[in-house]
């Protein structure tokens, strides 16, 4: 029976539950779903485009009408391109370009002018009309070789006159009127006038009906002094006009010992044919003048005195010991052009010479032609050579290298004598690589 009434009363307890929690939500009040704002519609200005001072980027900006507080803005860095390229006197274009991510935003692109670059004039060059008559300035813009400005103009002329004893000098000097363009100044030498008094001359008339007459000359005695000067041409008492000196006779000014200096114009094609100047010890100046085509054999021996010497072009034999022993000769120079096809044997030997530059027209070096020349360090010879004689460099004890213009294979087809006895040589320069001896 008990057990029964806690049965009764459990069941009693969770009906009163269930009932309290119907009747309490039944009471309950809905909740109120809130209202949604309205949505704002954007009423956009026209966009601005601004570009940086120096046109790296732009900045691209529009505006709300409704609410100025709402703005979009985007900066984008632009790229560059030279569209039309600057010249000396001509300017060029240049593009920079911007896109932008927002759609809203066009591409932007601003055309800007390039300043013309202006002449970069490279260093003025002077050249003088042949009889020193006028003087031309030039100078040439590197950026582009058609931009050339020239001015000539003539010269004023100041005058020194030659005498016997002396050289003259006329001094040609221009002054330009464009600044730049520096004054120049040329000065040149007036050979001293032709020494009558020192020289004897002889006739010789034609022996064909083609041959034209002419006059050889000679020293009047050994005993002349200083200075000679060779005429041009020569006026005898009996000669109607004056008559060429083309020829100096064998020798013609041997031994004469005081002679210092010789001028031997251009109308001589022969200069001897044996010891035309040999002995002359105390010769310092030697002026061969362009036209002279031959040096006799010994025409300069022992003329211990001449330490330097140019050869013209038109020259086509050095002569066989032409130079010979001429103790201080250091220096010799062949014109441009020169026609000398062969150094003759001993032409420059027991000279004093340490460098040399043999001209691209010899085929040939003769046996001894730098005998001895112990002093000589440097020599260049061309591919034109196909002949190098007996002893040409025996002695030379200061060449250690030749420098050779041809390949190694054409250098094996030289004809070589036993030409470096005595020499320090060991290795030939060849354009495609070394040689060693």
């Known amino acids: 029976m008990k057990k029964v009434s806690i049965i009764l009363f459990a069941l009693f307890l969770a009906f009163s539950t269930f009932a309290g929690c119907k009747k309490k939500n039944e009471n309950k009040e809905t909740p109120v779903t809130p209202e949604t704002p309205e949505t704002h519609t954007h009423d956009w200005g026209e966009v601005t485009y601004t570009w940086s001072s120096d046109n790296l980027s732009c900045t691209a900006t529009r505006v709300c009408k409704g609410d100025a507080s709402h703005k979009e803005e ?35 692109v601003k055309e800007v002018s390039i300043s013309a670059l202006g002449h970069d004039w490279e260093g003025a060059t002077y050249e003088w009309a042949e009889d020193y008559s006028s003087c031309t300035a030039t100078r040439v813009c590197s950026r582009d070789h058609e931009h050339v400005e020239t001015e000539t103009i003539e010269p004023t002329l100041n005058q020194k006159l030659p005498t016997e004893d002396e050289d003259g000098l006329n001094t040609y000097t221009v002054t330009f009127q464009n600044a730049a363009f520096t004054s120049q100044t040329e000065e040149v030498l007036v050979p001293s006038l032709p020494t009558l008094s020192k020289l004897e001359f002889t006739y010789h008339a034609p022996e064909t009906e083609d041959d034209e007459a ?21 006026k005898g008492e009996s000669d109607e006009e004056a008559i060429q000196v083309t020829r100096i006779d064998a020798e013609g000014f041997r031994n004469c ?18 010891y035309a100047f040999a002995g002359c010890e105390k010769l310092e100046t030697l002026i061969l003048n362009e036209g002279i085509k031959v040096v006799g054999r010994r025409a300069f021996q022992n003329c211990y005195s001449l330490k330097s010497l140019y050869l013209p072009a038109s020259l086509e034999s050095t002569g066989r010991q032409g130079f010979q022993s001429c103790q201080t000769l250091e220096t010799v120079i062949f014109a441009e052009g020169s026609n000398v096809s062969i150094i003759e044997s001993n032409s420059f030997a027991n000279t004093i010479l340490k460098e040399i530059i043999i001209p691209n027209k010899v085929v040939e070096i003769g046996g001894n032609a730098f005998y001895n020349c112990e002093l000589l360090e440097k020599i260049t010879i061309p591919d034109t050579v196909t002949k190098i004689g007996t002893n040409a460099f025996n002695y030379c004890t200061n060449l250690t290298a030749i420098d050779y213009e041809g390949t190694k294979e054409q250098w094996s087809n030289i004809a070589l004598s036993d030409g470096w006895k005595g020499s320090s040589l060991t290795t030939i320069h060849c354009s495609d690589g070394d040689i060693t001896l």
């Open 74 to 108: 985007e900066t984008k860095a632009a790229t560059y391109k030279v569209s039309v390229e600057a010249e000396c006197e001509k300017e060029g274009k240049g593009t920079y370009t911007v896109s932008f991510t927002n759609e809203a935003f066009a591409s932007q």
């Open 214 to 234: 002419y006059y050889s000359v000679k020293a009047l005695n050994t005993e002349i002094s200083g200075r000679v000067t060779i005429p041009l041409t020569y």
């Open 257 to 274: 010992a005081e002679i210092t200096y010789v001028n031997i114009p251009g109308s001589i094609d022969t200069i001897g044919s044996d």
